[in-house]
Protein backbone atom coordinates (compact mmCIF):
# COMPACT_ATOMS: atom_id res chain seq x y z
CA UNK A 1 0.00 0.00 0.00
CA UNK A 2 1.50 3.44 -1.03
CA UNK A 3 2.44 5.59 2.13
CA UNK A 4 2.43 8.70 2.46
CA UNK A 5 5.55 10.54 3.87
CA UNK A 6 5.12 13.71 6.02
CA UNK A 7 6.50 16.89 7.00
CA UNK A 8 8.09 16.17 9.96
CA UNK A 9 8.46 18.14 12.63
CA UNK A 10 11.82 18.54 13.55
CA UNK A 11 11.66 20.63 17.01
CA UNK A 12 8.64 21.30 19.51
CA UNK A 13 7.95 25.01 17.70
CA UNK A 14 8.29 24.22 14.38
CA UNK A 15 5.17 25.30 12.01
CA UNK A 16 6.57 24.55 8.95
CA UNK A 17 9.80 24.45 7.02
CA UNK A 18 11.69 24.61 3.46
CA UNK A 19 12.31 21.08 1.60
CA UNK A 20 15.46 22.47 0.59
CA UNK A 21 16.88 19.31 -1.17
CA UNK A 22 15.64 15.78 -1.86
CA UNK A 23 18.59 13.10 -1.29
CA UNK A 24 16.56 10.68 -3.18
CA UNK A 25 14.53 10.72 -6.59
CA UNK A 26 11.39 8.98 -7.69
CA UNK A 27 11.84 5.44 -8.39
CA UNK A 28 14.63 5.48 -5.31
CA UNK A 29 14.87 2.18 -3.10
CA UNK A 30 13.89 3.97 0.83
CA UNK A 31 14.97 1.94 3.53
CA UNK A 32 14.47 2.76 7.36
CA UNK A 33 17.27 5.22 8.32
CA UNK A 34 18.46 6.35 4.75
CA UNK A 35 18.91 9.75 4.86
CA UNK A 36 16.19 11.77 2.17
CA UNK A 37 15.85 15.49 2.57
CA UNK A 38 17.48 18.41 3.62
CA UNK A 39 14.42 20.05 5.42
CA UNK A 40 15.26 23.95 6.63
CA UNK A 41 13.69 24.80 9.67
CA UNK A 42 13.41 28.24 11.43
CA UNK A 43 16.48 27.77 13.11
CA UNK A 44 18.67 24.91 11.13
CA UNK A 45 19.24 22.50 8.12
CA UNK A 46 18.50 19.28 9.20
CA UNK A 47 18.51 16.10 7.29
CA UNK A 48 15.19 13.85 7.35
CA UNK A 49 15.46 9.97 7.73
CA UNK A 50 13.12 7.67 6.36
CA UNK A 51 11.26 5.52 9.19
CA UNK A 52 9.50 2.98 6.27
CA UNK A 53 10.71 1.28 3.65
CA UNK A 54 10.07 1.01 -0.12
CA UNK A 55 10.36 2.90 -3.47
CA UNK A 56 9.95 6.61 -3.73
CA UNK A 57 7.15 6.35 -6.13
CA UNK A 58 6.72 10.04 -6.21
CA UNK A 59 7.66 13.63 -4.82
CA UNK A 60 4.76 15.63 -4.03
CA UNK A 61 6.79 18.58 -2.51
CA UNK A 62 9.60 19.62 -5.18
CA UNK A 63 12.98 21.14 -3.33
CA UNK A 64 12.97 24.49 -2.37
CA UNK A 65 9.25 25.04 -1.80
CA UNK A 66 9.11 27.07 1.38
CA UNK A 67 6.41 27.42 3.81
CA UNK A 68 5.50 23.68 3.82
CA UNK A 69 3.17 22.82 6.62
CA UNK A 70 4.07 20.19 9.30
CA UNK A 71 2.37 16.96 8.94
CA UNK A 72 1.48 18.17 4.72
CA UNK A 73 2.37 14.86 2.37
CA UNK A 74 5.66 15.52 0.90
CA UNK A 75 5.90 12.54 -0.87
CA UNK A 76 4.60 9.04 -1.33
CA UNK A 77 6.24 5.63 -0.49
CA UNK A 78 5.15 2.46 -2.47
CA UNK A 79 5.80 -1.58 -2.85
CA UNK A 80 8.00 -3.06 -5.02
CA UNK A 81 5.96 -3.23 -8.31
CA UNK A 82 3.31 -0.54 -6.92
CA UNK A 83 2.18 2.40 -8.99
CA UNK A 84 0.85 5.77 -7.37
CA UNK A 85 -2.17 7.74 -8.36
CA UNK A 86 -0.72 11.14 -10.11
CA UNK A 87 -1.64 13.39 -7.34
CA UNK A 88 -0.52 16.86 -7.70
CA UNK A 89 2.31 18.77 -5.30
CA UNK A 90 -0.11 20.05 -2.45
CA UNK A 91 0.57 24.10 -2.36
CA UNK A 92 1.41 25.86 0.35
CA UNK A 93 -1.30 28.40 1.19
CA UNK A 94 -3.14 28.07 -1.61
CA UNK A 95 -6.18 30.23 -2.05
CA UNK A 96 -9.13 28.00 -0.78
CA UNK A 97 -11.81 30.02 -2.64
CA UNK A 98 -9.58 29.89 -5.93
CA UNK A 99 -9.64 25.92 -5.70
CA UNK A 100 -12.36 25.50 -5.28
CA UNK A 101 -13.62 26.84 -8.54
CA UNK A 102 -10.89 24.78 -10.29
CA UNK A 103 -11.29 20.97 -11.68
CA UNK A 104 -10.94 18.21 -8.94
CA UNK A 105 -7.48 17.74 -9.02
CA UNK A 106 -6.45 21.18 -7.71
CA UNK A 107 -8.64 19.93 -4.68
CA UNK A 108 -6.09 17.17 -4.31
CA UNK A 109 -3.68 19.30 -2.25
CA UNK A 110 -5.23 19.80 1.34
CA UNK A 111 -7.21 17.26 0.19
CA UNK A 112 -4.09 14.79 0.31
CA UNK A 113 -3.62 14.80 3.84
CA UNK A 114 -5.07 11.74 5.71
CA UNK A 115 -7.35 12.59 8.99
CA UNK A 116 -6.93 10.69 11.78
CA UNK A 117 -9.39 8.44 13.28
CA UNK A 118 -11.13 8.01 16.44
CA UNK A 119 -9.02 4.87 17.26
CA UNK A 120 -5.51 6.78 15.54
CA UNK A 121 -5.15 5.15 12.09
CA UNK A 122 -5.02 7.47 9.13
CA UNK A 123 -7.85 7.34 6.43
CA UNK A 124 -7.10 6.62 2.90
CA UNK A 125 -9.49 8.66 0.29
CA UNK A 126 -9.07 9.83 -3.08
CA UNK A 127 -9.05 13.67 -3.27
CA UNK A 128 -12.26 13.66 -5.38
CA UNK A 129 -13.74 12.02 -2.50
CA UNK A 130 -12.51 13.81 -0.12
CA UNK A 131 -14.08 16.96 -2.01
CA UNK A 132 -17.33 15.70 -1.75
CA UNK A 133 -17.57 14.64 1.37
CA UNK A 134 -16.39 18.19 2.59
CA UNK A 135 -19.14 19.45 0.42
CA UNK A 136 -21.75 17.26 1.58
CA UNK A 137 -20.37 17.79 5.17
CA UNK A 138 -19.56 14.34 5.81
CA UNK A 139 -17.59 12.55 8.57
CA UNK A 140 -15.01 10.11 6.68
CA UNK A 141 -14.12 8.20 9.78
CA UNK A 142 -18.16 6.77 9.43
CA UNK A 143 -17.69 5.90 5.72
CA UNK A 144 -16.61 2.29 4.57
CA UNK A 145 -14.37 2.06 1.56
CA UNK A 146 -14.37 -0.16 -1.60
CA UNK A 147 -11.80 0.87 -3.22
CA UNK A 148 -8.15 -0.56 -2.93
CA UNK A 149 -7.02 -1.63 0.77
CA UNK A 150 -10.39 0.40 1.95
CA UNK A 151 -9.35 3.39 0.52
CA UNK A 152 -12.51 5.65 0.01
CA UNK A 153 -13.37 6.59 -3.62
CA UNK A 154 -16.46 8.89 -5.37
CA UNK A 155 -19.05 6.32 -5.26
CA UNK A 156 -18.39 5.63 -1.56
CA UNK A 157 -19.32 9.07 -0.51
CA UNK A 158 -22.28 9.95 -3.07
CA UNK A 159 -23.72 6.76 -1.77
CA UNK A 160 -24.02 8.06 1.69
CA UNK A 161 -26.61 10.66 2.86
CA UNK A 162 -25.30 13.80 3.68
CA UNK A 163 -25.46 14.52 7.37
CA UNK A 164 -26.93 17.54 9.00
CA UNK A 165 -25.42 20.83 8.22
CA UNK A 166 -23.52 21.49 11.79
CA UNK A 167 -20.07 21.45 10.46
CA UNK A 168 -20.46 24.05 8.05
CA UNK A 169 -22.40 26.04 10.90
CA UNK A 170 -18.91 26.12 13.10
CA UNK A 171 -16.42 27.39 10.07
CA UNK A 172 -16.89 31.04 10.95
CA UNK A 173 -15.03 30.18 14.60
CA UNK A 174 -11.79 30.43 13.19
CA UNK A 175 -12.65 34.02 12.00
CA UNK A 176 -11.14 34.64 15.57
CA UNK A 177 -7.87 34.08 14.29
CA UNK A 178 -7.67 37.38 11.65
CA UNK A 179 -9.59 39.56 13.99
CA UNK A 180 -6.30 39.12 16.67
CA UNK A 181 -4.31 39.56 14.25
CA UNK A 182 -5.71 42.45 13.11
CA UNK A 183 -3.08 44.65 15.18
CA UNK A 184 -0.37 43.49 13.38
CA UNK A 185 -0.26 46.88 11.32
CA UNK A 186 -0.57 48.24 7.98
CA UNK A 187 -1.15 45.47 5.23
CA UNK A 188 1.96 44.72 2.75
CA UNK A 189 0.11 46.85 -0.15
CA UNK A 190 -0.61 49.45 1.91
CA UNK A 191 2.96 49.92 2.80
CA UNK A 192 3.87 49.34 -0.83
CA UNK A 193 1.68 52.27 -2.07
CA UNK A 194 3.15 54.46 0.32
CA UNK A 195 6.15 53.91 -1.65
CA UNK A 196 4.81 53.98 -4.89
CA UNK A 197 7.82 55.82 -7.30
CA UNK A 198 10.59 55.03 -4.67
CA UNK A 199 13.01 52.34 -5.66
CA UNK A 200 13.45 49.58 -2.91
CA UNK A 201 14.63 46.25 -2.88
CA UNK A 202 11.23 43.58 -1.69
CA UNK A 203 12.74 40.90 0.88
CA UNK A 204 10.81 38.17 0.85
CA UNK A 205 10.76 36.60 4.88
CA UNK A 206 12.36 33.38 5.18
CA UNK A 207 11.63 30.84 8.17
CA UNK A 208 13.83 32.64 11.15
CA UNK A 209 13.48 35.75 9.93
CA UNK A 210 9.14 34.97 10.21
CA UNK A 211 10.11 32.89 13.49
CA UNK A 212 12.01 36.34 15.34
CA UNK A 213 9.38 38.74 13.96
CA UNK A 214 6.58 36.70 15.63
CA UNK A 215 8.24 35.54 18.84
CA UNK A 216 10.06 39.35 19.53
CA UNK A 217 6.23 40.67 18.65
CA UNK A 218 4.67 38.44 21.44
CA UNK A 219 7.27 39.01 23.79
CA UNK A 220 6.89 42.67 23.77
CA UNK A 221 2.91 42.51 23.68
CA UNK A 222 2.86 39.92 26.46
CA UNK A 223 5.93 40.16 28.99
CA UNK A 224 5.68 42.73 30.86
CA UNK A 225 9.67 44.29 30.76
CA UNK A 226 11.31 46.54 33.29
CA UNK A 227 14.93 47.82 33.26
CA UNK A 228 17.26 47.72 35.65
CA UNK A 229 21.38 48.97 34.90
CA UNK A 230 24.44 48.89 36.64
CA UNK A 231 28.30 49.54 35.23
CA UNK A 232 31.32 47.21 35.97
CA UNK A 233 34.35 48.33 36.51
CA UNK A 234 36.41 45.66 34.53
CA UNK A 235 39.99 46.63 34.88
CA UNK A 236 40.45 43.53 37.67
CA UNK A 237 39.02 41.24 35.28
CA UNK A 238 40.66 42.38 32.62
CA UNK A 239 44.56 42.13 34.28
CA UNK A 240 43.08 38.49 35.83
CA UNK A 241 42.17 37.68 32.12
CA UNK A 242 45.58 39.00 30.62
CA UNK A 243 47.62 36.61 33.49
CA UNK A 244 45.14 33.70 32.43
CA UNK A 245 45.57 33.98 29.06
CA UNK A 246 49.46 33.85 29.17
CA UNK A 247 49.27 30.64 31.43
CA UNK A 248 46.67 29.13 29.30
CA UNK A 249 48.59 29.90 25.85
CA UNK A 250 50.60 26.70 25.59
CA UNK A 251 46.96 24.77 26.08
CA UNK A 252 45.48 26.78 23.31
CA UNK A 253 43.30 28.63 25.29
CA UNK A 254 42.12 32.27 24.81
CA UNK A 255 39.35 33.54 27.18
CA UNK A 256 36.90 36.50 26.52
CA UNK A 257 35.24 38.96 28.36
CA UNK A 258 31.90 37.22 27.52
CA UNK A 259 33.48 33.86 28.67
CA UNK A 260 33.60 35.65 32.61
CA UNK A 261 30.44 37.20 31.60
CA UNK A 262 28.55 34.18 31.47
CA UNK A 263 30.02 32.35 34.39
CA UNK A 264 29.23 35.39 36.48
CA UNK A 265 25.60 35.19 35.03
CA UNK A 266 25.22 31.29 35.51
CA UNK A 267 26.35 31.78 39.67
CA UNK A 268 24.75 34.41 40.57
CA UNK A 269 21.43 32.32 39.53
CA UNK A 270 23.19 29.92 41.96
CA UNK A 271 23.39 32.48 44.48
CA UNK A 272 19.98 34.26 44.00
CA UNK A 273 18.21 30.88 42.92
CA UNK A 274 14.30 32.25 42.70
CA UNK A 275 15.74 34.26 39.73
CA UNK A 276 16.53 31.42 38.05
CA UNK A 277 13.27 30.87 36.88
CA UNK A 278 11.09 31.03 33.74
CA UNK A 279 7.04 31.46 32.64
CA UNK A 280 4.70 28.55 32.01
CA UNK A 281 1.90 29.97 31.42
CA UNK A 282 -0.08 29.58 34.55
CA UNK A 283 2.40 28.77 36.65
CA UNK A 284 6.45 29.42 37.25
CA UNK A 285 9.50 26.96 37.19
CA UNK A 286 12.30 27.64 38.98
CA UNK A 287 15.26 25.62 37.45
CA UNK A 288 17.74 24.26 39.87
CA UNK A 289 20.78 24.29 36.92
CA UNK A 290 21.77 27.61 35.10
CA UNK A 291 21.41 27.22 31.61
CA UNK A 292 22.28 30.30 30.37
CA UNK A 293 21.82 31.32 26.71
CA UNK A 294 23.84 33.61 24.57
CA UNK A 295 23.10 35.41 21.76
CA UNK A 296 24.74 34.52 18.45
CA UNK A 297 24.58 36.88 15.10
CA UNK A 298 24.59 35.44 12.20
CA UNK A 299 23.25 36.32 8.24
CA UNK A 300 19.64 36.75 8.33
CA UNK A 301 18.77 36.71 12.00
CA UNK A 302 20.57 35.27 15.37
CA UNK A 303 20.58 31.83 17.56
CA UNK A 304 20.45 31.51 21.57
CA UNK A 305 22.28 28.61 21.49
CA UNK A 306 22.37 27.48 25.93
CA UNK A 307 25.24 26.67 27.62
CA UNK A 308 23.59 23.91 30.37
CA UNK A 309 25.07 23.34 33.42
CA UNK A 310 27.46 26.45 33.04
CA UNK A 311 27.71 26.92 36.77
CA UNK A 312 29.94 23.60 37.18
CA UNK A 313 31.98 24.22 34.31
CA UNK A 314 35.40 25.54 34.04
CA UNK A 315 35.94 28.90 32.26
CA UNK A 316 38.34 27.09 29.71
CA UNK A 317 35.53 24.48 29.20
CA UNK A 318 32.55 27.54 28.39
CA UNK A 319 34.38 29.09 26.33
CA UNK A 320 35.69 25.88 24.06
CA UNK A 321 31.74 25.02 24.44
CA UNK A 322 30.79 28.92 22.83
CA UNK A 323 33.33 28.62 20.13
CA UNK A 324 31.64 25.51 19.19
CA UNK A 325 28.07 26.34 19.34
CA UNK A 326 28.50 29.85 18.02
CA UNK A 327 30.38 28.13 14.22
CA UNK A 328 27.43 25.69 14.28
CA UNK A 329 24.84 28.47 14.93
CA UNK A 330 26.72 30.32 11.98
CA UNK A 331 26.68 27.14 9.92
CA UNK A 332 23.20 26.60 10.67
CA UNK A 333 24.08 23.20 12.17
CA UNK A 334 22.81 23.28 15.56
CA UNK A 335 20.26 20.85 16.69
CA UNK A 336 16.89 21.79 18.35
CA UNK A 337 18.16 21.09 21.38
CA UNK A 338 21.43 23.29 21.50
CA UNK A 339 19.35 26.31 20.79
CA UNK A 340 16.19 25.42 23.26
CA UNK A 341 15.46 25.43 26.86
CA UNK A 342 17.38 27.56 29.35
CA UNK A 343 16.18 30.09 31.93
CA UNK A 344 18.32 33.59 30.96
CA UNK A 345 20.14 34.70 28.55
CA UNK A 346 23.03 37.25 27.53
CA UNK A 347 23.43 39.53 24.73
CA UNK A 348 26.00 41.57 23.66
CA UNK A 349 26.79 44.13 21.56
CA UNK A 350 30.10 45.62 23.13
CA UNK A 351 32.48 44.32 20.49
CA UNK A 352 30.31 46.52 17.89
CA UNK A 353 31.19 50.13 19.95
CA UNK A 354 27.30 49.96 21.58
CA UNK A 355 27.14 51.16 24.99
CA UNK A 356 24.33 50.46 25.99
CA UNK A 357 20.86 48.39 25.00
CA UNK A 358 17.55 46.99 26.15
CA UNK A 359 17.98 43.63 24.78
CA UNK A 360 14.11 41.75 24.66
CA UNK A 361 13.22 38.92 26.51
CA UNK A 362 13.04 35.33 24.78
CA UNK A 363 10.10 33.83 25.97
CA UNK A 364 9.98 31.48 28.37
CA UNK A 365 12.90 33.34 29.95
CA UNK A 366 12.90 35.26 32.81
CA UNK A 367 15.22 37.50 32.06
CA UNK A 368 17.97 38.73 29.78
CA UNK A 369 21.23 40.94 30.22
CA UNK A 370 22.09 43.28 27.64
CA UNK A 371 26.10 44.24 27.47
CA UNK A 372 27.59 46.72 26.72
CA UNK A 373 31.06 47.81 25.29
CA UNK A 374 33.91 48.46 27.60
CA UNK A 375 35.02 52.34 27.96
CA UNK A 376 37.52 54.37 29.91
CA UNK A 377 35.94 56.53 31.86
CA UNK A 378 36.86 59.09 35.00
CA UNK A 379 35.34 57.44 38.04
CA UNK A 380 35.56 58.53 41.93
CA UNK A 381 37.97 56.13 43.36
CA UNK A 382 37.85 54.62 46.54
CA UNK A 383 40.05 57.20 48.67
CA UNK A 384 37.88 60.23 46.74
CA UNK A 385 40.20 60.53 43.77
CA UNK A 386 39.12 61.20 40.43
CA UNK A 387 40.40 58.26 38.90
CA UNK A 388 40.49 56.34 35.15
CA UNK A 389 38.70 53.05 35.18
CA UNK A 390 37.25 50.59 32.29
CA UNK A 391 33.60 50.59 32.64
CA UNK A 392 30.88 48.27 31.13
CA UNK A 393 26.92 49.50 30.91
CA UNK A 394 24.76 46.25 31.60
CA UNK A 395 20.72 46.69 31.50
CA UNK A 396 18.51 43.25 32.48
CA UNK A 397 15.38 42.82 31.15
CA UNK A 398 13.23 41.17 33.48
CA UNK A 399 9.78 39.92 33.52
CA UNK A 400 7.85 40.95 36.18
CA UNK A 401 5.57 37.95 36.61
CA UNK A 402 8.68 36.00 37.56
CA UNK A 403 10.92 38.23 39.27
CA UNK A 404 9.56 41.28 41.40
CA UNK A 405 11.82 44.58 41.16
CA UNK A 406 14.07 43.83 44.46
CA UNK A 407 14.90 40.15 43.28
CA UNK A 408 15.78 41.62 39.99
CA UNK A 409 18.07 44.49 41.79
CA UNK A 410 19.48 41.46 43.89
CA UNK A 411 20.38 39.07 40.65
CA UNK A 412 22.25 42.15 38.76
CA UNK A 413 23.78 43.03 42.31
CA UNK A 414 25.23 39.62 42.21
CA UNK A 415 26.82 39.40 38.58
CA UNK A 416 28.37 43.15 39.58
CA UNK A 417 29.91 40.89 42.26
CA UNK A 418 31.22 38.62 40.89
CA UNK A 419 32.67 40.03 37.18
CA UNK A 420 34.53 42.79 39.78
CA UNK A 421 36.12 39.84 41.86
CA UNK A 422 36.96 37.49 38.84
CA UNK A 423 39.47 35.22 41.18
CA UNK A 424 36.49 34.49 43.49
CA UNK A 425 34.61 32.47 40.32
CA UNK A 426 37.38 29.93 40.43
CA UNK A 427 37.01 29.30 44.41
Not at 307 to 331: G, I, N, T, V, Y
Not at 334 to 347: D, N, R
Amino acid sequence: MATEILMPALSPTMEEGTLSKWLKKEGDEVKSGDIIAEIETDKATMEFEAVDEGVLGKILIPEGTSGVKVNTPIAVLVEEGESVDATPAPKAEAPKAEAAKEAPKAEAAPAAVAAPKADGKRIFASPLARRIAAEKGLDLTAVKGSGPHGRIVKSDVEAVQAAPKAAPAAAPAPAAAPAAAAPQGMSAATVAKMYEGRAYEEVTLDGMRRTIAARLTEAKQTIPHFYLRREVKLDALLAFRADLNKKLAARGVKLSVNDFIIKACALALQQVPDANAVWAGDRILKMKASDVAVAVAIEGGLFTPVLQDAESKSLSKLSAQMKDLAKRARDRKLAPHEYQGGSFAISNLGMFGIDSFDAVINPPHGAILAVGAGVKKPVVGADDQIEVATVMSMTLSVDHRVIDGALGAELLAAIVENLENPLAMLA
